[in-house]
């Protein structure tokens, strides 16, 4: 069993009702200090772009969601899309860059990462189904290349999502709905002396519109949070847990509908679908100048899909499965300090980043009716990577102000083929290897405060991401055995804006940017064809 282990939904339930029912017992004369954050309206003074910002549980409790991604169209610009069923990663779209399921957006959940490197359907691919949005304290956004702390997937920007260690009360919620939709939310938390406690679990199923095919989404959330806060430190220990399973109904052709076959909520393959679960553990400890954070995540996910239906295999039907079976290990750490240099104070903060993706399967397989026939491609990948980065702001003029700074990445990728032959009979041995590479990334802003209400701003910078493993190995197509050349383990991206934040009368909160993005690369490794 992994080092996260299977931390069942059963066990959390208990943890639940434990809280729920010491919290009644609560000292009657501890007063709790609770601080409440809404939107974060005004960034002038600490924001170094205009295209940042912070949104509270204000905000969030305002936003009608229809899934769980939709949190992050709070993201100005930021637009969320879903296929293939209500149990998979979303697709986003940012600054024009159509940025898939997350390959230079990078999104973490109280410092774990949610981008997963060389995954079974797409490099980057971002999940955001283990979060109960109920749960969210807040979440900020920086669009661009400008942020030193922020490193692979961050080409056109980042999003960072905190959890709440407290929340108002506690909560039940049951809603119900059209299509077979239901869902469930109970939470229980205590604070006292010694710390708090908060859990949650939530319960959703779901069918969906379509005729033929009913998505049966059976998903579940389970959360157990503890820590401690106080003016000296703050601690925190996160237990998460999540399962999902469903059906899908995917692209259909026009001329089936148009034939009178199926209509527009018809399917052709009414077994596609998908498995997927997330285990997690993570800490936070912040003492003074010093900040700590550590994961480990246990991850996988089965995904059936069938875009062509008969056109390759006219006998067993077209249907793929993609598979991906992963632990990652990870952290930060970061110390904050400030220096006298010639006349300026400047604040500084440095870090060191380690991850680690133990991936002991991620492959293709040809199936019908989610029943494998064989694998196209199966592989081992293991990928290591660790980052320095160092930043810096110094307050030049009561008006002017530069910040700045750097981060150095290291990351190495091995690839080992699992089955030697595939259904083709291709031979994959061409397809192990390894490979390193590092990449550095200079970052700067400059900023003019007209007022109070008003800043000017201009940034530039350089970011990256990571390609897949297996493509950065190169080797053989699994489909033919036709060589396939390496691409570059990490790809840069640069950035500029040029933009201002102005709050009008104290109601509008208007941000406005010219910027420019270009990245050296956009190859993608096809999980759906196993290839570049």
């Known amino acids: 069993m992994p080092l996260v282990g299977r931390l069942s939904l059963v066990t959390i339930g208990m943890v639940l009702l434990m809280a729920v029912s010491t919290a009644a017992r609560a000292e009657p004369n501890q007063i709790d200090t609770v601080v409440v954050e809404g939107h974060h309206l005004n960034l002038v003074g600490e924001a170094i772009a205009a295209a940042e910002g912070v949104i509270g549980r204000r905000e969030l409790d305002l936003q009608p969601l229809s899934r769980t991604g939709a949190i992050l169209e709070l993201v100005p610009g930021m637009v969320v899309t879903q296929h293939s069923g209500n149990g998979k990663a979303n697709q986003y779209f940012l600054r024009g860059f159509n940025l898939d399921h ?22 980057g691919y971002t999940d955001l189904n283990p979060v109960i949005p109920e749960l969210v304290e807040t979440l900020s956004y920086r669009k661009g290349t400008y942020y030193p702390e922020v490193g692979d997937f961050s080409g056109a920007g980042s999003s960072s999502i905190r959890l709440a260690d407290q929340l108002d009360s506690g909560l039940l919620s049951v809603a119900t709905g059209e299509y077979g939709y239901r869902r469930g939310l109970l939470t229980g938390q205590q604070r006292s002396e010694r710390g708090f406690w908060l859990a949650a679990l939530e319960l959703n199923r779901y069918d969906g519109p379509w005729r033929d095919i009913a ?12 820590g401690q806060s106080d003016d000296q430190q703050r601690w925190t220990v996160t237990l998460m847990s999540y399962q999902n399973r469903w059906n899908s109904a995917d692209q259909i052709p026009q001329r089936a509908v148009s034939s009178g076959l199926i209509d527009r909520f018809g399917s052709l393959d009414t077994s596609l679908g998908g498995d ?31 875009f062509t239906y ?43 980043q380690l991850r680690s993706d133990q991936i002991d399967q991620v492959g293709l397989a040809k199936s019908v009716a989610r029943q494998r026939l064989g694998f196209v491609r199966l592989d081992r990948v293991k990928q290591h990577s660790v980052a320095l980065y160092w930043q810096g702001e110094a307050q030049l003029t009561a008006n002017w102000r530069l910040s700045g700074g750097a981060r150095h990445d290291f990351l190495t990728a091995r690839s080992a083929d699992l089955i030697g032959e595939n259904i083709y009979a291709v031979d994959l041995s061409a397809n192990r290897g390894d490979k390193s590479d590092s990449i550095s990334s200079l970052k700067a802003s400059l900023s003019y405060t007209v007022g109070p209400a ?74 759906d064809a196993g290839n570049t």
């Not at 400030?338 to 870090?351: I, L, P």
């Open 102 to 123: 997350g390959t230079d957006f990078a999104v973490d959940l109280d410092g774990m990462p949610l981008n997963m490197r060389s995954h079974g359907h797409g490099q």
């Open 215 to 226: 998505e049966q989404v059976v998903k579940s959330n389970g959360l157990l949070r503890f």
């Open 310 to 352: 008969f056109q390759d295999d006219p006998v067993n039907g077209d249907q793929f499965q993609q598979v991906d079976r992963r632990q990652i290990y990870g952290g930060d750490l970061r110390y904050q300090f400030s220096q006298r240099w010639a006349d300026w104070t400047v604040e500084q903060s440095a870090g060191l």
């Open 454 to 527: 008003l800043e000017l701003y201009a940034s530039a910078g350089q970011g990256f991401h990571s390609n897949d493993a297996r493509g950065v190995i190169g080797g053989v197509d699994p489909s033919d055995g036709s060589v396939l050349a390496a691409v570059d383990p990490l790809v840069a991206s640069r950035g500029a804006e040029l933009g201002l934040r102005a709050i009008v009368a104290n109601q509008l909160n208007l941000s406005l940017a010219l910027w420019w993005l270009q990245l050296d690369s956009e190859l993608l490794f096809v999980g």
């Open 276 to 306: 997927s679960s997330r285990y997690s553990v993570s800490a936070n400890w912040q003492q003074g100048a010093w900040r700590l954070r550590g994961y480990a995540v246990d991850q996988s996910l089965d995904l059936w899909s069938n």
